[in-house]
């Protein structure tokens, strides 16, 4: 979920939303910290902190806030036994915010970072008790600024700049970068890693403001053919927390549209495209021809470094494919890992629907390590 594009359709549909995140969890709990839901005056809502009395109380309470109108950011202390009756044994600290019409600029700043990728705030309490945030990028030891927050960025409180330069353990540069601007490409030209990796999602500031790492754990799938069971594995992966490259030499083959975690990519020499994937992407290959299917799947082995290599096809087919690649001095090691046919074993049916299913089922598994 990207939560300020829900902020964002929340004020223009219903003139206001609610943010519910998780900033602390001790013990046992349905959700990490830094789990975060939108919430609109009519009741709809977009993700979940854990469901439960959890959630149910959560959602009255972004309610009330929304109700009360735009003001200061509210938290509450939850004992998920004592105050919930819920058999999870640890405590967990909410924080409400509420938006409106007057808080577009900041959101469609937060939003821009959130479609360049992976990003940080930081969040200071203003007079008023609402959170003000700066974004930034970043990259290695240094922190770049977005264009929409560099010019708040530079007149943060000396204190904020420093809590940001711990927490990023680097120095800070307020040019005027975007935050998807900064290249992230490392040797082979293949993706390193996003802003905060390896951070913490949530940290609590002695001010009552939080530094904020929004990159959400998704699994990068390339994925080559637009056919009828691509088409429904785009949308079967849509909710899911996939970020998916997807492939075809064949322009006319993509929908006018798809899902936001979909970026739909025309190539005249598909393999290649595998250059530019990160260490550990899933590769799942469908095309309409055989001979470029092979291409495919023979790179991704060939260099070693995918956690899933999926071809559709038959026992057959992957004979076939086996035997060729064997051919062409593929080590069997790295052939062992062609996982065709794809699916799960026991989910009978053709259909594209199904087959979908399916194989969604099994690259979470495999995104799991099962």
């Not at 927050?149 to 800070?172: C, F, W």
């Not at 798809?258 to 595998?274: F, G, I, K, Q, R």
């Not at 495919?296 to 999926?310: C, D, H, S, T, Y």
Request: glycine share 12%; charged share 20%.
């Amino acid at each position: 979920m990207r939560p300020f594009t829900r902020l964002i359709e929340a004020i223009a549909a219903e003139g206001a939303g609610a943010l519910v995140s998780l900033v602390k969890v001790e013990g046992s709990s349905p959700r990490e910290a830094g789990a975060r839901m939108v919430v609109r005056p009519s009741g709809g809502f977009h993700g979940t902190i854990g469901g439960g009395e959890l959630e149910w109380q959560a959602l009255a309470a972004a309610a009330d806030a929304l109700a009360a109108g735009r003001g200061p950011a509210r938290r509450a202390v939850k004992s998920l036994g004592p105050d919930l009756g819920q058999c999870c044994g640890g405590r967990v600290e909410w924080l409400i915010e509420t938006f409106d019409a007057r808080d577009r600029a900041e959101l469609e700043a937060l939003a821009e970072a959130e479609r360049a990728g992976a990003f940080m705030t930081v969040a200071s309490k203003a007079e008023d008790g609402r959170l003000l945030r700066i974004v930034a990028a970043d990259s290695g030891k240094v922190v770049a600024f977005t264009r929409a927050s560099a010019k708040q960025a530079r007149a943060a409180r000396p204190g904020d700049r420093a809590l940001l330069k711990r927490a990023v353990g680097g120095t800070l540069s307020f040019a005027p970068a975007h935050a998807g601007a900064v290249d992230r490409r490392g040797e082979g030209g293949r993706r390193q890693a996003p802003p905060g990796a390896g951070r913490r999602a949530v940290d609590l500031l002695p001010d009552g403001g939080l530094i904020e790492t929004f990159a959400p754990a998704n699994t990068c799938l390339y994925l080559f053919g637009a056919g009828h069971v691509g088409r429904a594995l785009v949308l079967a992966l849509a909710p899911l927390p996939f970020d998916v490259r997807w492939i075809d030499s064949r322009p006319e083959a993509f929908p006018a549209r798809a899902p936001h975690n979909v970026t739909m990519v025309h190539s005249a020499n598909p393999a290649n495209e595998l250059a530019g994937a990160p260490d550990g992407a899933q590769v799942l290959v469908m095309t309409h021809s055989h001979p470029l299917d092979l291409d495919i799947v023979a790179r991704a082995l060939g260099v070693e470094r995918f956690a899933f290599v999926g071809l559709i096809g038959s026992a057959t087919k992957r004979a076939r494919f086996l035997s060729q690649m064997r051919a062409a001095s593929l080590s069997e090691a790295a052939l062992a890992k062609l996982v065709c046919p794809i699916g799960l074993p026991g989910v009978e049916g053709k259909e594209p629907a199904v087959i979908a299913a399916s194989v969604a089922a099994q690259l979470l598994g495999a995104r799991g390590g099962g």
